[in-house]
DNA sequence: CTGGCACTACACAGATCTGTGTATTACCTT
DNA sequence: AAGGTAATACACAGATCTGTGTAGTGCCAG
């Protein structure tokens, strides 16, 4: 059951807003009452909590080298931007709607990038480049702008630029893509 | 009149985001009645609107050769960052917080990113590379994925990597910077 | 069959929010 | 001095929100 409900709380809250939900409005969604939400979840900030931190789990892994294995996840970024219900990124977004600074949230979306960011170092040490630290958090910057642009720009292709970019830097380090 | 209350608004707004602020709170920051401040705007978000209007004034201008131009750029944006008060781009935000996706506030924020990246096309245009279109928006991403890294990290220093992919990008495109 | 558990229905407190109505006061121009 | 403009104070309607309290219902294990 806490499933059930985190599995609403995600979808109303990436797509409409941490503030613009309200726990009436996810409790009737999966058609129960609120005593039972409040059941599950001691308060609507614990449930937004528990939202970000199933967002957590997810890095993809793959056998190819490096510098495809890199430009293949552009790839999967316009997918995803296509996908209808494409809000940006749910941690930025919870973060700049939190103006606490010292919110739960900003900890959970800084473990977001930095996972994804070691994902890309690791590629990168493997390939061997001379700045991993560096690369990999200009990646992550494409990667950032690619969600940023995509959101206000309604456009997927955008992650193409990002891929492009990304290429040049790649190649730039003396990365291989085949 | 007007501008003090945008001022004030632009404040809180961008500070604490769109929804978190009410119009109690901005009228009673600035000192002047609730009545007064919806003879001046006809409602909340109207004055949301005219809050991310206002912000649509300004584009630098300068007559260094365009390379070292857009490295400038990159080095104002670590110091954006670092002023306190820094939430992120206040367009970005306004995307994501309202749900709508015809609300005014998108065309404001996609006329904003269109002015940015067309300052740089124009200075790419300048220095003769061969795809200004395409590297403008290369530019534009590194931009953005710099703000939302400044913003979940706390870190204004995320600029200067912003900024070197950005020298690595133009330098792969045959542009000089001095 | 029975006890316990989870859920439901529903009301409610208390806060907050947008927007309006109204009567009064300060000020500036003529 | 008079009149109009704009601001004020303040109450209020009506909606929405988080969180709690309570009494009752269905179900499953022992």
Known sequence: MPERILETADRLFYGQGL???GVDTIAAEIGISKRTLYNHFPSKDAL??????????LVPTSTKPPGRQILDDFERLERAFGSDGFRGCAFVNAVAELKDPRHAANEIALA???MRRQWFRELLKRAQVADPEGLSLQLMLLVDGAIAAALVRRDPTVARAAGTAARTLLAAAGVSFN
């Not at 937004?48 to 789990?57: D, H």
């Open 19 to 21: 503030r613009a939900v």
């Open 48 to 57: 937004m909590v528990a939202y970000l931190q199933r967002r957590l789990r």
């Open 112 to 114: 977001f990038k930095e």
